[in-house]
């Protein structure tokens, strides 16, 4: 039986386009508008010729590009651009997609595959987005004997868990969502939420493929999760902090790996085995178990789980890059600014854009922000590798490298560390 495709009519094309037009400008008005104006009542607004600038106001100076920036350095300066954009989820999201699509491509060279190519002209770069707008617009479904309250919750745990996690990275000299003085102790409180979540989540769904995939998670996170903590003591007792800005400043002279590059090597190992990726994928063992604990999630429930996923995948690049790689230190690549800008500011029409006290414009930051991206992009081909070249290993290996091997080996991370210091080669008053 054939099927005719529709013919293409003008007349319809152009009132698709009118409406979608016409329900853009609606919503702006009624929602975007009010939304950016609620926005700047909580921002610090700037003294502008003498006079405090009021979110009245700044919504008729953004209609002029040469007077917006004063109220971008104004937004910069909160506390909720750092949450929502950089360095916290926003930046993070933003790597996130990357990664995914990049995965995607990647693994299909490796195997000799096109990958995502039909949407969008250029490599399928709009497949992500393609499906996003699917798994949005997917009905989501409940099984029947389901613990609906856990059932629905559980994914927006994981996310607001691998936000956590994000919040706790220092990108940059001075951003970072949340430097707190035990950051590394906090990092360890929030990857103990993750099997929690995932075993509640398979219990929730009241079917025998999540919960096994659960249980199969609840033992690779827990046998794992404590070579992964003793993994990263070494540069602790190196760098006698708990604060991971000061761990990243520690470095400036050579990164820890040099000297710790068993505990670097542990940590990859230990580090694959929480994000349940190949060789360690077993909680989702499609092969096996259909989906794992994902199994029974659908619609955009499935894509938060999937958001969250990616979030933490890039959360423990980032800190394998904090603890081993020297975070944001690296050689100075980044252009200085003439001094007459930093000084007098950059005039643009009425106003004179004044650059002190707009931290992520200073050279130092920007290079910061430039050589921890590298880096963290480097760490996460790293960990996708593994996918496209290494089979699943067996739940008894699993166990006994996780309990036995790695222990051991992040035990004698710690004597190198400690033979370090007293050696006199590192720490206080040492050779180096």
Known sequence: ???????????????????????TVLLLSLIGIPAVQVVLFYVEMPVIDGELLTPFLALTWIADPSRIIPIIKALMATDFFRIAAFPGFGFAALIAAGTIFVERKMLAKMQLRVGP?????????????????????????????????LFWAAPVLFVATAAAFVALIPVAPGWVVADVDVGLIAVFAVIGFFPIITILSAWS?????????????????????IPLILSLLGAVILTGTLNLSEIVASQANFPWIIFLPIGAIVFFITMLAELERIPFDLPEAESEIVAG??????????????????????????????????GWHGPMIWPPFPQEIITDGIPLGPVTAQLPGLPVLTQEVLNGVLWFVLKTVGVIFFILLPRGVFPRIRVDMLLSLGWTKLIGLAFVNMFIALALIYAGVLGPGGML
């Open 1 to 23: 039986m054939s099927v005719i495709a529709p013919k293409f009519r003008l007349s319809e094309f152009l009132k698709v386009i009118l409406d979608n037009l016409f329900w």
């Open 117 to 149: 190519f039909y949407c969008g002209k250029m490599e399928g770069i709009l497949q992500l987005m393609g499906d996003g707008l699917k798994l949005i617009s997917k009905e989501i479904i409940i099984p029947a004997k389901a613990d609906k309250p």
């Open 205 to 225: 769904a009241n079917s025998k493929f999540p919960f096994i995939g659960g249980i199969r998670a609840l033992y690779q996170m827990v046998s794992f999760e």
């Open 293 to 326: 604990w994902l199994t029974e999630f659908s619609g955009m429930m499935y894509g938060l789980v999937q958001l969250g996923t990616y979030l933490k995948l890039y959360a423990f690049a980032a800190l394998f890059v904090v603890m081993f790689l020297g």
